[in-house]
């Protein structure tokens, strides 16, 4: 069965130091698509990256990189010099290719709080 | 703004009233997914809806839920009878064709319902 575990529920450091949040899944498909979101206090989903199995290159957009380890099965991100914007909660999500490809298998989300 | 729109943003209701939550999905896009996020936790998927038509219901309560994707307007998702538990916001997404492939789901801000 698939899942998403993101066991970090909470993580607060002090801004412009290094964070990164993880993420571990579970999927028997080759082919799936793993995903980060960023929520912030208002609410509203922003889509951060997604990334297929097949891809294991590392990401890096700004202070954002991504690191996808299939033979861990992990797809953590991190941020460098964060500030205080980047304070929201992040998930990371899964789907597979097959019947249900359109559904999204998120994880519990990471609280990021980021002080001044 | 050609985004999914959802509506409203918030919602307040009595116990033993109905909700209903309005989303329209992106120009061009036919296919609708609602998601429900329960406080500190995911995203869980409920119902996915093309037009007329319901795809997969499997994540949504058998009882007091439904949801429509009319051929004209927005897809409804209604709640009968409202009860505290039902307190959450709720997400919708669209997509031009089903999977994740090349096609990903672009979510609305959610309407958050509160049940008093």
């Known amino acids: 069965a698939q899942k998403v575990t993101q066991a970090q529920t909470e993580i607060s450091v002090v801004e412009k130091e290094d964070v990164t949040l993880d993420c571990v899944y579970e999927?028997?498909?080759?082919?799936?698509?793993l995903f980060w979101y960023k929520q912030p206090p208002s609410g509203e989903l922003v889509f951060l990256i997604r990334?297929?199995?097949?891809d294991e290159q590392n990401e890096i957009s700004g202070r954002y990189s991504w690191n996808f380890q299939k033979s861990t099965s992990s797809f953590n991100f991190t941020i460098t010099a964060s500030q205080v914007v980047d304070s929201a909660v992040y998930f990371c999500?899964?789907?597979?290719?097959?019947?249900?490809?359109?559904?999204?298998?998120w994880g519990a989300g990471t609280k990021l709080i980021i002080k001044p | 703004n050609a985004g999914v729109m959802q509506n409203p943003r918030h919602l307040v209701r009595r116990r033993g009233q109905e909700a209903r939550l309005r989303c329209s999905p992106m120009?061009?896009?036919?296919?609708v997914y609602w998601y429900r996020q329960l406080p500190e936790e995911g995203l869980k998927f409920m119902v996915y809806?093309?037009?007329?038509?319901?795809?997969?219901e499997s994540g949504m309560p058998k009882e007091r839920f439904s949801a429509e994707f009319p051929k004209e307007g927005p897809s409804i998702l209604r709640i009968q009878q409202v009860v505290r538990g039902d307190s959450a916001a709720y997400f919708c997404?669209?997509?031009?064709?089903?999977?994740?492939?090349?096609?990903?789901?672009?979510f609305g801000d959610g309407t958050r319902l509160s049940i008093l």
């Open positions: 999927t028997r498909d080759t082919t799936y698509y």
């Open positions: 809806l093309q037009k007329e038509n319901i795809i997969d």
């Open positions: 999500a899964l789907s597979e290719e097959g019947d249900s490809n359109y559904q999204l298998i």
């Open positions: 990334r297929n199995s097949f």
């Open positions: 120009k061009g896009h036919s296919h």
């Open positions: 997404a669209s997509s031009p064709r089903a999977g994740q492939g090349n096609q990903p789901q672009h």
